[in-house]
Each structure stands twice: as structure tokens, then as C-alpha cells.
T-cell receptor
Framework: ETGVTQTPRHLVMGMTNKKSLKCEQHLGHNAMYWYKQSAKKPLELMFVYNFKEQTENNSVPSRFSPECPNSSHLFLHLHTLQPEDSALYLC?????????????FGEGSRLTVL | AQKITQTQPGMFVQEKEAVTLDCTYDTSDQSYGLFWYKQPSSGEMIFLIYQGSYDEQNATEGRYSLNFQKARKSANLVISASQLGDSAMYFCAMREGQAAGNKLTFGGGTRVLVKP
């Protein structure tokens, strides 16, 4: 069992659907992240939240909408996605300003857009 | 230009032998950190080892060691005595500066397959 839990693990949706990915961390961290992992591409940072405040939006299309209601929960709301958005979406957390900056990842939500 | 380069897309290694995974990086920061992560088929990214730019000694964690050559901007991962469970994707990553948020930039990964 990891300290970062993501649900659902798998999601199939049509281009007109609205769905959400959920991430919860049980590590007491104050920073949370969304990364996108597409086939044959490096992990891409999407969003960063520190103490519930968004501190990074890496030019992500508006069809991806993050929400961080508290330091333990992070959501990624999805609407009118495209087939090229199919990927593994990884959530991570960290302690913010630390000596190493290690990220703790969840197992990911594998999204397929039809 | 890519900040993290992993030139080996895939490698085979014999069980119980050592394997070296290459990683080169590009940064103008004086303070940075280098990481290696393992990603098994389950998808989770598992932290393996960390090297700070000011650390004078190479980092070691059990069977993992990091061969840090600062002048060459390389941070190769060495896995000793490979086990079947080491079969996975391995990613090198870098944190630049000391900015809050600890953003990591990842390389493209190397797939390792350990043969019995």
C-alpha cells in the first residue's frame, strides 16, 4: 500500500464525457503534483500545488481542470478530452522545501479517451 | 534541448550481474538534485536514490549506487547483483534550484529486463 492513492486506476471515457481523477496522500505533505505519462514521451509536469495554492500550470489545456481542496486531496477534472489525452496520469506529493525534494507517487490513473 | 537524457531505451541484464544505466543532464544552476526512480508494470514510480549537486561522495542505497560525474554532467545508476524483480522502467530526474514545489524534470527512461 502506497502513501499516495489514486482512483480510479483505469478510466475509459468518450470525448463528450466529464469525469474526475482523485488523488489522496496520507504522508502529511504540503505539495501535490499532477504528471502526464504518454507512450514514448518523458513524464510531463502538469500542475503543482503548495499548501492548496496552485503554483504551476505548465501550459495545460483548459479541458484539464485541477482542484486542491486541502493539502491531502487533489483532483483532476476532465471534460471534452481528445484521444491524444489518453495517458497514465500520475499524482505525487512532497514535503515542499526539503533537503532532497523527493516525490512520492501514486500508481496512476490510466485514461483512455475514445 | 532536453534537460535529462537517457540514451538507452532498453537493456538486457543477466541475473546476479551488475548493470549501469546512463543519464546526462543539462542545467546552469549551481544547486540541483538528481534522482532515479523505478517504474514497474503496476505504474507506481518508486524512488531509488538521490544525489545533491554539492554532495562530494556518490550516493548509495543498498544495491543501488549513483556514479556522479559533475564535470561531465552525468549521473549514472548502477544496480549490482540484479534480481528478476529489477525488471522495470528506470527514470532519471532532476530538480533545479531550491524553488518551492520541488518540480522534477524526467528523462525518457530505460527499460531493463533481467534474464534468469
Amino acid at each position: 500500500e502506497t502513501g499516495v492513492t489514486q482512483t480510479p486506476r483505469h478510466l475509459v471515457m468518450g470525448m463528450t464525457n466529464k469525469k474526475s481523477l482523485k488523488c489522496e496522500q496520507h504522508l502529511g505533505h504540503n505539495a501535490m503534483y499532477w504528471y502526464k505519462q504518454s507512450a514514448k514521451k518523458p513524464l510531463e509536469l502538469m500542475f503543482v500545488y503548495n499548501f492548496k495554492e496552485q503554483t504551476e500550470n505548465n501550459s495545460v489545456p483548459s479541458r484539464f481542470s485541477p482542484e486542491c481542496p486541502n493539502s491531502s486531496h487533489l483532483f483532476l477534472h476532465l471534460h471534452t478530452l481528445q484521444p491524444e489525452d489518453s495517458a497514465l496520469y500520475l499524482c505525487a506529493s512532497s514535503q515542499g522545501r526539503t533537503n532532497t525534494g523527493e516525490l512520492f507517487f501514486g500508481e496512476g490513473s490510466r485514461l483512455t479517451v475514445l | 534541448a532536453q534537460k535529462i537524457t537517457q540514451t538507452q531505451p532498453g537493456m538486457f541484464v543477466q541475473e546476479k550481474e551488475a548493470v549501469t544505466l546512463d543519464c546526462t543532464y543539462d542545467t546552469s544552476d549551481q544547486s540541483y538534485g538528481l534522482f532515479w526512480y523505478k517504474q514497474p508494470s503496476s505504474g507506481e514510480m518508486i524512488f531509488l536514490i538521490y544525489q545533491g549537486s554539492y554532495d562530494e561522495q556518490n550516493a548509495t542505497e543498498g544495491r543501488y549506487s549513483l556514479n556522479f560525474q559533475k564535470a561531465r554532467k552525468s549521473a549514472n545508476l548502477v544496480i549490482s547483483a540484479s534480481q528478476l524483480g529489477d525488471s522495470a522502467m528506470y527514470f532519471c530526474a532532476m530538480r533545479e534550484g531550491q524553488a518551492a514545489g520541488n518540480k522534477l524534470t524526467f528523462g525518457g527512461g530505460t527499460r531493463v529486463l533481467v534474464k534468469p
